[in-house]
């Protein structure tokens, strides 16, 4: 679920408003975009995916908020760390060569 839009590295762009699937956030004129529905995020990653900036953090929990601090997130230098494990974005390798998904497909009759 989305947790922090981090204001330091938010450039107000909104461009997370839009990726959004179920319309969780709000633009804010002249400011960083609000989560104002967190409870229809459905973990998708999407906002976090297309954030150019890293400066937001989506939990991998789809059922409840896990209340992260964002604090606790640089330390653990979560900033991005979607956007790194797919290799979307400048100086990131993609994995989709990694993805052997692909075999189930040959598995189905």
């Known amino acids: 679920m989305i947790e922090i839009v981090n204001e330091a590295r938010c450039t107000g762009c909104n461009i997370c408003v839009h990726a ?3 319309n969780v956030f709000d633009a804010v004129k002249d400011g ?6 967190p409870d229809d995020c459905q973990t998708c990653f999407m906002c976090e995916l297309y954030c ?4 937001l953090f989506v ?3 789809a ?3 896990a209340t992260a601090d964002e604090a606790r997130v640089l330390k653990e230098s979560l900033w991005g760390s979607y956007r790194d494990a797919v ?4 100086g990131r390798r993609s994995t989709a060569a990694l993805d052997a998904s692909y075999v189930l497909l040959t598995k189905a009759h």
């Open 59 to 61: 939990a991998a929990h």
């Open 32 to 37: 960083i975009p609000k989560i104002a529905r």
């Open 63 to 65: 059922d409840s908020r």
């Open 87 to 90: 290799g979307w974005g400048p």
């Open 52 to 55: 150019p900036e890293d400066a």
């Open 20 to 22: 959004c699937p179920t």
